[in-house]
């Protein structure tokens, strides 16, 4: 009866095992299998019984998977392995297989138990497990936020690359172990903030200083999270979370510079229209009263240097007006290229032998639609700034040229809206730097760090004005001692139309010195549609004769004294008796009172540098209807 208990309860254990158990003999033969076994092979165990596991598995899978294990495990040891079978309820599932030897009473090794576990569920999970940890590490990886596990103390035991990359650690060096106290600028902050970790578990601490491995201080958005033993409650460790908050910051101040140097603009723009206002009628007064004293020498000076003050101040206003964005630009379509090119020769007439010039032109076609006078004082003002840098020592003068995508000014400017391309102008030097309470100010109006009487402070202001007229954008990057880097960004032009300023073509004789911006004048003239003979020097008189039928219809002369100023000019036209109107472009401390083209009244208008397109396209017109 006993007999009959145990092995009634052996064949129900047996059988209502969640394993697939068999007794294979030695010639590969199933001699016995449980119910689990033949459920998962949908079979009788009449047909399983006493066929060859080939036949119920194949002769591939037996050969490939079974085979050789079963002859390990005849040799007297216990085989364990993972592997994957087709069975005809499920189809392709994972298995872990286990043989037993089972010896007679002899010991000879007659048969062989199989355990047979179906642990699909299970590497189904643990491949979830692979692939999310795999995703972990790649979210950890690529998100650039900064994520360290600590000690309690700040001891690092973990840190992700991003971490390694905003605290400047270039070099690759193994942080962990090191404390992240360290880095903090003031340590006793990072203690304060564990301490705020007893009543709350996570928090979030805003604009956090830190020192990089370069010993550059950044600033940072900091979260922390406690992780606690769930017995003790005792922390276990904590969990940081670090974000870099130098470009909102960047951000942030280029907003507050925008709108500081808006109200700046606003508020300079109205005086200098009010000034200019009130030295047009000092102008006008003076003017009448050299024309009645001008038979009494001391007056006449007198009322000549109070002239050349106000045409200076006129200056002066004209250049707050150009930084307030409130004087219109002139603009045709520009090769930038080529007013960059003159701005650099005229740098490199001045023959500095320190100085070496770099050039860099990714992109020599590109254009923009601006005023070429305007945009060369741009560069030229730039080019200059950089060379004063370095006049104490060698340096290098770098110069790029590019076309970026908008996004990358969107990233620069925080601005929402952007053209679609930016052609790029980068000034770079090697020169003395600014801090960064200098660059926050370079742009304003009368701030400069020239000593007294060097600089007007207005150079950076009016580029600034100029730029934001044409919805460009300028950025600077300086480090004390290293040099400095300004960044032009210009729309790109890609479709223009020619702006005609006259129904006929006009003849203009340009006569100048060998002057960069009078060069740029007559091509931009020729661009607006007139016929421009350009000439400096003597050849360019040998041009006009009074016995030329093709006299030119205007006749713009540049006075230079060192090629032919106007006291020779005047005589030669009055000489050959030429009878063409002259505009006369001269410098600010040029004694009018004296000037025989203005008294003589062979110049019709007088125009001081720098001269505009805009201006002396009015000039023209004016001319051409006297």
Not at 224 to 245: G, H, M, Q
Not at 254 to 276: M, P, Y
Not at 450 to 457: N, Q
Not at 566 to 592: A, G, Q
Request: with cysteine; net charge negative; aromatic share 8%.
């Amino acid at each position: 009866m006993e007999k009959y208990i145990d092995n009634h309860l052996y064949d129900h254990l047996v059988n209502n095992s969640r394993s697939m158990l068999s007794v294979i003999s030695r010639n590969y033969r199933y001699e016995k299998v449980n119910n689990t076994f033949c459920r998962i092979q949908n079979r009788s165990s009449g047909s399983i019984i006493g066929k060859t596991l080939s036949d119920i598995w194949g002769e591939e899978t037996f050969h490939s998977k079974i085979k050789n294990n079963i002859d390990i495990c005849l040799k007297g040891n216990i085989v364990r392995y993972e592997a994957d079978f087709e069975v005809p309820l499920y189809g392709k599932r994972f298995f872990e297989v286990v043989f037993s030897p089972l010896a007679d009473d002899s010991g000879e090794i007659t048969h062989l138990l199989a355990e047979t576990i179906d642990i699909t569920d299970l590497k189904v999970s643990q491949k979830t497990i692979r692939e999310m940890e795999e995703e972990f590490k790649r979210l950890e990886t690529s998100i650039p936020i900064g994520l360290i596990r600590c000690k309690p103390d700040g001891t690092i035991l973990h840190y992700n690359s991003s971490f390694s990359k905003i605290i400047e650690n270039d070099e690759r060096e193994n942080l962990e172990g090191l404390n992240l106290k360290d880095f903090y600028k003031e340590k006793a902050l990072f203690d304060l903030q564990i301490f705020h970790f007893e009543n709350e578990k996570m928090r979030t601490f805003l604009r956090v200083p830190l020192i990089t491995c370069k010993g550059k201080e950044i600033w940072c958005r900091i979260s922390r999270y406690i992780v606690t033993n769930k017995d003790t409650n005792l922390p276990l460790y904590i969990d940081f979370a670090l974000e870099d908050s130098s470009r909102e910051i960047m951000l942030e101040n280029r907003l507050l510079q925008a709108k500081k140097l808006e109200t700046i603009g606003s508020l300079a723009g109205g005086i200098a229209h009010d000034f200019n206002n009130i030295l047009s009628s000092v102008f006008g007064y003076s003017e009448m009263l050299l024309d009645e004293v001008k038979n009494n020498q001391p007056a006449a000076e007198m009322t000549a240097r109070i002239i050349k003050a106000i045409l200076k101040a006129k200056d002066l206003t004209n250049q707050l007006l150009t930084f307030s964005r409130q004087v219109e630009q002139e603009k045709i379509p520009v090769r930038v290229k080529e007013i960059l090119e003159e701005a650099i020769g005229l740098i490199e007439s001045l023959r500095l032998p320190e100085l070496k010039i770099d050039k860099i032109y990714r992109e020599s076609d590109a254009v923009v639609y601006a005023d070429p006078t305007q945009l060369f004082r741009v560069f030229l003002n730039l080019l200059t700034n950089a060379v004063e840098s370095m006049k104490d020592s060698s340096g290098t003068l770098t110069v790029t040229l590019d076309i970026v995508n908008g996004e990358i000014v969107k990233k620069e400017s925080g601005k929402s809206i952007v053209a679609d391309d930016y052609i790029l102008i980068s000034i770079g030097d090697t020169g003395t730097g600014m801090e960064e309470s200098v660059m926050s100010r370079i742009f304003e109006p009368y701030f400069t760090t020239k000593k007294i009487g060097k600089g007007s402070g207005l150079g950076l202001s009016v580029v600034y004005g100029i730029i934001s007229e044409l919805d460009g954008e300028i950025t600077v990057k300086s480090e004390k001692n290293k040099g400095s880097v300004f960044s032009v960004y210009l729309p790109v032009s890609y479709e223009y139309t020619k702006d005609m300023t006259v129904s006929d073509q006009k003849r203009i004789l340009y006569l100048s010195g060998d002057c960069h911006e009078s060069r740029i004048l007559s091509s931009a003239l020729n661009k607006r549609g007139f016929i421009i003979d350009y000439k400096t020097g003597m050849e360019g008189l040998a041009k006009i004769d009074g016995k030329n039928n093709a006299l030119p219809d205007i006749l713009i002369f540049t006075n230079d004294p060192d090629n032919i100023d106007s006291d020779f000019f005047y005589d030669y036209i009055r000489e050959k008796n030429i009878n063409v109107p002259v505009i006369l472009i001269t410098d600010y401390d040029h004694d009018l009172s004296k000037e025989k083209l203005i008294n003589s009244g062979i110049a019709r208008n007088v125009l001081f540098k720098p001269v505009s397109l805009k201006e002396l396209l009015s000039a023209i017109q004016l001319t051409l209807n006297k």
